[in-house]
């Protein structure tokens, strides 16, 4: 991170995009192709990397210059709602037993969780 405040991972979108009913990213009188706009970042909020310090002064993840770390769809699904949930299940080709990193120490197994059993329906 040496040239890097804080870095997040994000997706990358490289579409015709408006906010609060202004275009984004283009000029619709002067349609460019969508290969050249430039790209819009969104956090996926999965992955954050800060300093502690910028942190306790500022108070959020996000400091001075950023990097993006851009990731797919799969590795974006934000898991809000059954909806969203389900969506994961479905990036996964669901299987109880995939673990996606080898080794169990990267791998905790909440779907046998007795704590979360009441919880999720499967």
Same mark, same amino acid.
């Given at each position: 991170m040496n040239n890097y405040d804080s870095a997040t991972t994000? !997706?990358?979108l490289q579409t015709y995009s408006w906010f609060k009913n202004q275009p984004l990213n283009? &000029? +619709?009188n002067l349609m460019a192709q969508t290969q050249e706009? !430039? +790209?819009v970042y969104a956090e996926t909020s999965g992955v954050y990397v800060l300093r502690k310090a910028d942190y306790?002064?500022? &108070?959020t993840r996000i400091n001075g210059k950023v990097f993006f770390e851009e990731v797919g769809p799969r590795e974006a699904v934000d898991i809000d709602n059954p909806e969203d949930f389900a969506l994961a299940k479905n990036f996964?080709?669901? %299987? +109880?037993q995939y673990v996606p990193l080898r080794g169990s120490e990267y791998f905790v197994n909440l779907m046998n969780s007795s704590a979360r059993k %009441?919880?999720?329906n499967l």
């Open positions: 994000a !997706t990358k283009y &000029n +619709p706009l !430039t +790209p306790l002064k500022s &108070n996964l080709n669901f %299987n +109880p %009441n919880e999720i």
